[in-house]
């Protein structure tokens, strides 16, 4: 830590001590319902059993989910769940529908932004949990209805969560993502990040959930997610992953899970992962990405804050202008009316080219106020992004 205690020093971000947290082993007494250990991954069949409702009956449920709990907070931050879907054809039938969304959305343009690799090497879906339900309500019903998925959200979150879904293909021949950690923190730069105190970062992966469906075989050869078991502890691991000495130990230090149709694989969202490089010759690896947020993330009341900018902007120009700000004043003034969050957003039409999130409301206002926008040009610069964020 600092001297004051708050943030952050580079004594903190310590290679050798990220060294010693993922050299640990995770031993079968500490994940008695796993079916086995795979690479420090503990996997479980949720239908084993299944004559009484499987390892997810209502009497096994709570000590499984107390499991699962664990191994996403205190062990190796990953689980693999198989068998969980007893009729695996929704998987197709959920696929056949994705699949004719790429086309369509590829005809007509639309999105193509990725957060950790270059856009166009993935096939994307943003939103693809709406889109389903859109296409095929049915399909949706019977896609969405795993008990296996509905467990392991609550496990993390609790009950009222909320979810989100996101199609990923690689395409063989298709490079590997850089090493990460995901949303909130993960979606920031390390400067942004490290103006969040210790405590930010060991609550951020408490407010999402990270994981997958498999829509195919995936071998390991056509690049399953690369997980670096246990690096999830890491409290300054949102600093971390952007460096070079620790993507080089995430590389040396990865494993890769194969999957096969309908597996699920679920991680904390500040798992040191990413996409591994397809090398195959003819898989089509689709994953459909879940990433499953706290109901807690919210805000009390409805504030216009568009509303609110259109008539701060003019005000805020003329008193900068005129040095009537005391220090610090302009930037408070501004970050109690702009939205300082680019989420959550409609990406296809808000994609995060060529950062990690689009531009928020608050980096508008200030990027105006920098280039000396006039307020008409800023109003409509607000304009167009709201038509952005609205899809």
Same mark, same amino acid.
């Given at each position: 830590? @600092?001297? +004051? ?24 007494? &500490?994940?008695?319902? /796993?079916? #086995? ?20 009956? &209502? ?13 996403? $907070? ?25 699949? $004719?969304?790429? @086309?369509?959305? /590829? ?73 990460? #950690?995901?949303?909130?923190? +993960? ?97 089509? #690896? ?11 993330? #919210? ?7 568009? !509303?609110?900018? $259109? ?17 610090? +004043? ?6 109690? !009316? ?6 959550? @957003? ?30 008409? !040009?800023?109003?409509?610069?607000? @304009? ?8």
């Amino acid at each position: 830590m @600092t001297p +004051g205690g708050h943030w952050f020093s580079e004594a903190d971000v310590s290679a050798e001590a990220f060294l010693a947290l993922v050299g640990q082993r995770l031993a079968p007494a &500490q994940v008695p319902h /796993a079916a #086995r250990i795979e690479a420090n991954v503990p996997v479980y069949d949720v239908q084993a059993g299944a004559a009484d409702g499987g390892v997810l009956n &209502q009497s096994a449920r709570w000590a499984l989910m107390a499991e699962w709990m664990w191994v996403l $907070r205190d062990g190796p931050g990953v689980l693999k769940i198989e068998n969980s879907y007893r009729d695996p054809s929704v998987i197709d039938a959920a696929t056949a529908i994705f699949e $004719r969304i790429i @086309t369509e959305e /590829a005809e007509a343009e639309m999105g193509g932004g990725d957060h950790f690799a270059k856009a166009g090497h993935n096939a994307r879906i943003w939103n693809a949990l709406e889109k389903l339900c859109r296409a095929d309500p049915e399909v949706f019903a019977r896609y969405h209805g795993c008990a296996a998925i509905d467990a392991v959200s609550e496990a993390w979150l609790g009950p009222w969560y909320q979810m989100t879904a996101q199609v990923n293909v690689v395409r063989p021949g298709g490079a590997a993502q850089t090493a990460h #950690r995901d949303y909130h923190l +993960g979606f920031m730069s390390e400067g942004h990040a490290g103006t969040f105190p210790p405590h930010a970062h060991a609550l951020s992966p408490m407010l999402t959930l990270q994981g997958g469906v498999a829509h195919g075989e995936v071998p390991v050869a056509a690049g399953p997610t690369k997980l670096l078991p246990f690096s999830q502890a890491f409290l300054p691991g949102y600093l971390a992953f952007h460096r070079t000495p620790f993507r080089q130990i995430f590389e040396d230090r990865h494993v890769q899970l194969p999957l096969a149709k309908g597996d699920l694989i679920f991680f904390n969202p500040a798992l040191f992962h990413g996409a591994g490089a397809n090398r195959t010759q003819d898989v089509q #690896r689709m994953v459909n990405l879940f990433q499953v947020s706290s109901c807690m993330g #919210r805000a009390m009341e409805m504030v216009d804050r568009d !509303a609110m900018c $259109r008539m701060l902007y003019p005000v805020v120009q003329r008193l900068s202008v005129t040095g009537q700000f005391a220090p610090g +004043g302009m930037d408070a003034a501004i970050n109690a !009316a702009a939205e300082g969050y680019a989420f959550p @957003t409609h990406l296809d039409s808000d994609p995060p080219n060529g950062g990690l999130a689009p531009e928020s409301m608050l980096l508008l206002f200030r990027r105006a106020l920098k280039e000396g926008m006039v307020p008409e !040009a800023f109003e409509v610069a607000l @304009t167009e992004l709201a038509a952005r964020r609205a899809g």
